[in-house]
T-cell receptor, first 109, second 114 residues
Framework: AQRVTQPEKLLSVFKGAPVELKCNYSYSGSPELFWYVQYSRQRLQLLLRHISRESIKGFTADLNKGETSFHLKKPFAQEEDSAMYYCALSGYNTDKLIFGTGTRLQVFP | EADIYQTPRYLVIGTGKKITLECSQTMGHDKMYWYQQDPGMELHLIHY???????EKGDLSSESTVSRIRTEHFPLTLESARPSHTSQYLC?????????????FGPGTRLTVL
């Protein structure tokens, strides 16, 4: 079954601490993985996708096919990173984007 | 400016009323989607469309219906609103084709059914 799992509903850290939001997936084939973010009172928007191999707002994510993971990382969290983060998957075996349940990141001053 | 629009942004309505949530995009995208999202919670896909005259049901059973008569317009209709329909509804669009493109989301409609 195609599935995206985000095991943490809430992740709380202090400003300056490292952050890792976990994402594991189940998919037969080569997936395309995404991280979407929703800041308070803003639209859901793309943060990054693995094929771009870029760092956005200091966040990076590496696709680990062996562990079927696509964890989102940032070495030093900022208060403005507080938001809801969704991991998502697409691929040739699915005709739609499959979202995880989301992780709320709270960064305290 | 290319964007995706949703109206109304907020709607409070009584049980049994018929409502239509509007979604329009000026991005020239073929694919459009409707999601239901309770605040701070997971997204549930309720309908999607590949293009004009194409509509599909999503993963979440929904009493709503959609239509796609024009590329840029993808309205969602509830024939008889109930309190269980209270939620936020997000519309999204995506460029068509065989590759996997970014979905762009509208600002959402927050629906409250009394």
């Amino acid at each position: 079954a195609q599935r995206v799992t985000q095991p943490e509903k809430l992740l709380s850290v202090f400003k300056g601490a490292p952050v890792e939001l976990k994402c594991n997936y189940s998919y037969s084939g080569s997936p395309e993985l995404f991280w979407y973010v929703q800041y308070s009172r803003q639209r859901l928007q793309l943060l990054l996708r693995h094929i771009s191999r870029e760092s956005i707002k200091g966040f990076t994510a590496d696709l680990n096919k062996g562990e079927t993971s696509f964890h989102l990382k940032k070495p030093f969290a900022q208060e403005e990173d507080s938001a809801m983060y969704y991991c998502a998957l697409s691929g040739y075996n699915t005709d739609k984007l499959i979202f995880g349940t989301g992780t709320r990141l709270q960064v305290f001053p | 400016e290319a964007d995706i629009y949703q109206t109304p942004r907020y709607l409070v309505i009584g049980t049994g009323k018929k409502i239509t949530l509007e979604c329009s995009q000026t991005m020239g995208h073929d694919k459009m989607y409707w999601y239901q999202q309770d605040p701070g919670m997971e997204l549930h896909l309720i309908h999607y469309s590949y293009g004009v005259n194409s509509t599909e049901k999503g993963d979440l059973s929904s009493e709503s219906t959609v239509s796609r008569i024009r590329t840029e317009h993808f309205p969602l209709t509830l024939e008889s609103a109930r309190p269980s329909h209270t939620s936020q509804y997000l519309c999204a669009s995506e460029r068509g084709g065989g590759a996997f493109y970014t979905q762009y989301f509208g600002p959402g409609t927050r629906l409250t059914v009394l």
